[in-house]
């Protein structure tokens, strides 16, 4: 029994010495290098915090579950203030490595909040420090989300000179792992003021959590003009006619959320008289000073309509529909005009004379081609202006779930399965309702550029795809059908891009009535408009059976995660080993005990 004690020490002896071991090279790596996945799969979301050190080069790689996407947001960011981009940076990939397709790259100086999206089922994310002595940290956290599922009111387009919205839920608390974004866009010559009358988020002293971020143009990395959170009331302001806001919410503590309202200012020094032609309405600014320079007062001025009354600030602001307000149309040749006319109220009947001039503004919007032309004059009886200006019409492409096109679908990027019949739709956002739009040509991509490789869909009004079905016309709106692909040696997205032409409906020799046309002529009839429209990605549902590369990614992950923890499968197999040898030397032992204790022994007679 004492050989078998001393065994069992000498194993618990080695068993000590190895976890030691084991303890001081972990401490002793640098643990910025890990996998998010594996073992920690089912974590749908995790936050973390990473301090760096000088000269790294850590990876870390996140692994989603089918059908599923994964959100990854760096909402702090702290790293060497004087190192340059290229020696110090954060590198997002889509995919298992950093061979991967380059997602986008963030150094210290960037002026925006960084989220990215993966279309693989793995993400990896990749951060190079400088040899700096510097602290760094970087917070970050990731998520994955269902493209199939949609938030109600989670962002938007905002186009109106002044209007308001809420975050999703408002006031009651706002949604979990929420990613919304409002575009507000106001014609040109003015800029926005964005009031917040509530903020009540999450508190942080760094917003690192749930914030608010607001953007000094068109899109999220146009310029961060500020990021909120907890509870406040700030107040912002463009530089320009766009605005973007967005609401990002982790997966804790939820409040009430905001609610925000915005106005127009208008901001061009006009000495007269501006003009701008939209989709559906011509907008003329009128100078106040101008008017008193003719003793005239805003409120004398009217439309052909006088029940149409303009908007006053700083400015007089009339908005004409083209399809009222005493609007005429007139149909020529190649293109179609829009006029209306601006004057002063009559005199009294009772006054015989006037010195004052009698001031006409005609308006006219020529809609020619692919652009809108705008022309402004007064008549002869005045001072004469002429002013040109360039704009297009307002053409929207959506998908739709069935061939009724009720419910449009929201989903971005959106998932579908191979051979999925998918229902397309070109709207023309125009109240003049004697014009029909025609799909002239459609073409798919893999990319949003639409560099080669290319695919036909349909060309000079023809279906070019077996599976291709091109509606009749219908009004404002041009339609088609096809089933889903994908194309070889390339991404699993694809974008669609539609030449549209718009036509007068009166015309019987049209562009847009003759329909598909094999071999077209050089001067056939003419189309008002010629535009595009754009939509994508479409991204193919992932297949485990179908997927060629999945299995060889998973294992590959499972062999990074398996790696981490492999000096304590060492220890483990090493105690296990020990113990197993313990328990022989055991049983040897008690064989020999008991073979003694058999033993007979005679005493021996003496002689």
Known sequence: MEVVRGLLSLALLIASCLAEVNSTEDEGKSNCSASLGGANIAENHKALVLQLNPSENCTWTIERPE???IRIIFSQIQLDPDGSCQS????????????????????????????????????TFQIVTDSATVQRSVFTFYYYFSSDISIPNCGGYLDTLEGSFTSPN???????LAYCVWHIQVEKGYKI???????????????????VAVYDGS?????????????????FESSSDSLTVVLSTDYANSYRGFSASYTSIYTENVNTTSLTCSSDKMRVI??????????????????????????????????IPFDGCGTIKKVEDQSIIYTNIIT????????????????????????????????????????????????????????????????????????????????????????????????????????????SPTYDLIKSGCSRDETCKVYPLFGHYGRFQFNAFKFLRSLSSVYLQCKILICDSSDDQS?????????????????????????????????????GNSGFQHQTHAEETQNQPFNNLHLFSFMVLALNVVIMVTVIARHFVNQRANYKYQKLQDH
């Open 193 to 211: 003021k964005l009031n917040f009358t509530e903020i009540f988020l999450e508190i942080d002293k760094h917003c690192r959590f749930d914030f």
């Open 286 to 319: 009128i100078n106040k000073s101008y008017l008193e320079s003719f003793n005239y007062n805003e409120n004398d001025l009217q439309l052909t309509d006088s029940t149409c009354r303009p908007k006053l600030s700083n400015v007089v602001d009339f908005s």
């Open 344 to 451: 002063f109220s009559a005199s009294p009947p009772s006054e015989v004379i006037t010195r004052k001039k009698q001031l006409q503004i005609i308006v006219k919007c020529e809609m020619e081609h692919n652009s809108t032309v705008e022309i402004t004059y007064i008549t002869e009886d005045d001072i004469i202006q002429n002013q040109n200006a360039l704009g297009k019409y307002n053409t929207t492409m959506a998908l739709f779930e069935s061939d009724s096109f009720e419910k449009t679908i929201l989903e971005s990027p959106y998932y579908v399965d191979l051979n999925q019949t998918l229902y397309v739709q070109v709207s023309l956002h125009n109240s003049d309702p004697n014009l029909v739009v025609f799909l002239d040509s459609c073409r798919a991509s893999p990319t949003s550029d639409f560099a």
């Open 88 to 123: 110090e940076n954060i590198k997002v990939f889509d995919g298992t490595s950093t061979d991967g397709p380059l997602l986008g790259k963030v150094c210290n100086e960037n002026d925006f909040v960084p989220v990215f999206e993966s279309s693989f089922n793995t993400l």
């Open 219 to 235: 899109s999220t990395t146009s310029g961060l003009i500020g990021k909120v959170c907890g509870r406040v009331t700030p107040t």
């Open 511 to 547: 562009r847009c009535n003759q329909g598909c046309l094999s071999r077209r002529k050089r001067d056939i009839s003419s189309y008002k408009w010629k535009t595009d429209s754009i939509i994508g990605p479409i991204r193919l549902k992932r297949d485990r059976s179908a997927s």
């Open 170 to 176: 408002y006031p009651k608390p706002h949604p979990e």
């Open 67 to 69: 059908n599923e996407s």
